[in-house]
């Protein structure tokens, strides 16, 4: 009870304290900086609040274990069953790209690797491993789970992870196993999936001490799709040219959509933010001040150096007006169905990106190059996400010729510098874009 | 934007390109002939060693001409227009040939395969990846360890009877694994062949897809190697022209580069 209210307290007194000073400091920067420099088009609004909700989330999160339930959650995961229970939920892999900014991950990966992880597994596995062997974390504390709940539908890397996670903290893994989708899944392969997911409903239901409420999951669901629908609208705002944000913009959007997925505070942030963007397409403001190519990217962000590369690429006229990985949340998520919660559930986690073939990824690349007026693309190759970057040689080339746009692999890695050789990439980079010139 | 004409050069100017193991420099005339040139191993203090064969061209020149630089240690040139080795290579070659087509630049620490367009233009291209396996630098390092000298490799390749498998990708894996096929007897000619033959299958691996009939061209140092000419053409299936002076192909580019920006 004393710890449910310490819970409740932290997000609706201690928070908005904290986030006031920040803005105050923010405001205090802003104005020692100077006016008019930079690439860039007038900074969003929304941003702070954005901030805001993800530090409230994260800062709230400190308080949930012992208060609320609390589950870890691979990002693909049907997470309406969990959020319909009431669990608190942490996304290991939003937390590991949070630390992947700040370039943490060859600390935290050093103290998996000396436990015997291999390096060659996926940097957010090995940044989260070494954060929980460390307890080392750039959010002060996250809470510890009594679920660990992993959906294969973006890797099988994930399941080796989360039994991990559960030989660490000792805690029940629940897993969703989706069988990769040739064309389009089988009625027999929904089923199985179905069948888990009502199994989830029991074993969730029994960690979080009450069963499920029918109707709270439906409740959910329709927020679930509604924030899903949501995201699409910002990212199509970016059709209108100049896209009215950069793509590096959308990475950090994302934030919501992954981690509160099914919730009102996401969906009034997208609101908030799609109306600012509309805003801005209607008075032709820019995420770049000169807009003069459009670019697609494909895979994970490369978070570390994230800004370093919209610099580079905004400097000379270049945005990424569309990702397939942005793209990835706005699609999948609308296909879920406040009628039939565990059946399109079922069908819709089963059909994401990532458990799709070839000429699944390639349809979605093909669409949104032309939705989105690209004339060129990059593909990053992750040295971490096999499943994301296996075929993207094959990718490349029928983009190129059936588009008729520049295409680049660029290899990188989304959070360890360790795999990115600066120097060479950037070069790669710029002989790209002198290409267009 | 449209590429600029080329061929309209108008004036003379010098061209750098400043690699990982050497540093060239030439001056070019109004025709984009090459008329000057110097080549030195790369030495670290960029500006200084810039500056020192930039002010000797220019006294060849008799005039102060525009620079223009290219090379991982560009941007540390002082110049009128800094490029990419990519797109200066791009350039130079379609000078040298007269056309566009598919250069192969094998330099000191990256491979590229660049798709020429027929106005000089890179429609595409690739490169070895983040390592020096594939490079000249790999080569250097395996013939030291040999102790086969760099004139006489054509030989040694030739004389070879079955080629020597050498399956470590990594230059200093490769190394150590040379060491060992010595040691087991294995004749240092199959070796050298082996290597060559490694290489090239790795560069028509990059060339994949890039498309083209006619010869592939060839710049950068490594193409001075014949055994590596004829590797390559037997692994592309296609013949190999290697440009005249290889070197200095990128530098070339760059000091026509310049010459597009004088109206
Ligand atoms: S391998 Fe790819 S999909 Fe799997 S956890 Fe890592 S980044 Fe995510």
């Known amino acids: ?437 | 934007m449209k590429a600029p004409a080329r061929g309209a050069v108008t004036g003379v100017a010098i061209g750098v390109d400043v690699g990982s193991t050497s540093c060239k420099a030439v001056l070019v005339d109004g025709a984009g002939r090459i008329v000057g040139r110097r080549l030195e191993p790369a030495h670290p203090r960029v500006e200084e060693q810039t500056g020192r064969l930039v002010a000797a061209l220019v006294a060849e020149a008799g005039v102060e001409v525009p620079v223009g630089a290219t090379g991982y240690g560009r941007k540390r040139v002082a110049a009128a227009r800094v490029l990419t080795e990519i797109t200066c290579h791009a350039r130079g070659a379609h000078a040298l040939h007269g056309g566009g087509g598919l250069l192969v630049d094998m330099g000191g620490q990256d491979t590229k395969v660049i798709a020429i367009g027929p106005a000089g233009d890179v429609t595409d291209f690739a490169m070895n990846d983040k390592c020096a396996a594939g490079t000249g630098r790999f080569l250097e390092v395996i013939l030291a360890r040999l102790q086969v000298p760099l004139d006489e490799v054509a030989g040694y390749a030739a004389r070879a009877g079955a080629p020597v498998t050498v399956s470590s990708t990594c230059t200093v894996f490769a190394e150590s694994e040379v060491i060992s096929l010595v040691a087991e007897g294995r004749p240092a000619e199959g070796i050298v062949r082996g290597l060559h033959l490694a290489l090239a299958s790795r560069v028509a691996a990059l060339a994949r897809g890039r498309p083209g009939t006619g010869p592939v061209l060839l710049s950068g140092g490594v193409a001075l190697n014949a055994a590596m000419v004829t590797a390559l053409a037997e692994a592309l299936g296609r013949p190999v022209r290697v440009l005249p002076e290889p070197q200095l192909v990128g530098a070339l580019g760059a000091a026509l580069s310049v010459l597009e920006r004088i109206p």
């Open chain 1, 1 to 437: 009870m004393l710890r449910r209210a310490r819970y409740e307290l932290a997000g609706r007194a201690a928070f908005p304290i904290l986030t006031a000073l920040e803005a105050w400091q923010h405001r205090l920067k802003r104005s020692r900086k100077q006016p008019g420099g930079g690439p860039f088009g007038p900074p969003l609004e929304s941003v702070r609040r954005l901030k805001e909700l993800m530090a409230h989330h994260y800062f709230q999160g400190r308080y949930a274990d012992g208060a609320v339930p609390v589950a870890w959650v691979t990002s693909g995961f049907p997470v309406e069953v969990l959020r319909a229970l009431g669990f608190h939920t942490v996304y290991p892999e939003n937390h590991a790209a949070l630390c992947g900014v700040q370039r943490l991950t060859p600390e935290y990966s050093d103290v998996a690797e000396a436990a015997g992880y291999s390096r060659d597994l996926c940097s957010y596995v090995r940044t989260d491993l070494g954060s929980v062997l460390s307890s080392k974390t750039p959010v002060g504390r996250l809470p510890r789970p009594q679920l660990l709940a992993c959906c294969t539908n973006i890797c099988q890397t994930v399941l080796y992870w989360y039994r991990e996670l559960s030989r660490h903290l000792g805690v029940p893994l629940v897993l969703v196993d989706t069988p990769f989708v040739h064309g389009t899944a089988s009625a027999h392969q929904l089923a199985y999936v179905k069948e888990q997911l009502e199994e989830l409903c029991l074993v969730a239901g029994r960690v979080s001490g009450k069963p499920l409420d029918a109707e709270r999951l439906v409740e959910v669901t329709r927020t679930a799709r509604e924030g899903s629908r949501l995201w699409g609208e910002c990212l199509a705002a970016s059709r209108a040219r100049p896209a009215p944000w950069t793509g590096i913009d959308g990475f950090f959007h994302i934030a919501p959509i992954v981690a509160l997925r099914g919730t009102e505070a996401c969906n009034g942030y997208y609101r908030l933010l799609r109306d600012e963007l509309e805003d801005r397409v209607a008075r032709g403001v820019g995420g770049l001040k000169e807009e003069k190519h459009r670019l697609l990217w494909d895979n994970l962000p490369v978070w570390f150096a994230v800004r370093r590369f919209s610099t580079l690429l905004a400097e000379r006229g270049f945005n990424f007006v569309s990702t397939s990985y942005t793209d990835a949340w706005a699609e999948a998520g609308v296909g879920i169905d406040p009628d039939d919660p565990i059946g399109s559930a079922a069908r819709t986690y089963t059909h994401v990106i990532l458990n799709q073939d070839l000429p699944n990824r390639l349809d979605i690349l093909r669409r949104l190059s032309r939705d989105y007026a690209v004339d060129g693309a990059i593909l990053h190759s992750d040295r971490s996400c096999k499943p994301y970057s296996i075929g993207q040689v094959d990718l490349r080339e029928r983009l190129a010729a059936e588009l008729g746009i520049r295409v680049l692999l660029l290899e990188a890695d989304h959070n360890d510098p360790r795999s990115w050789a600066a120097e060479p990439g950037e070069n790669r980079l710029a002989a790209f874009m002198e290409g267009f010139e």
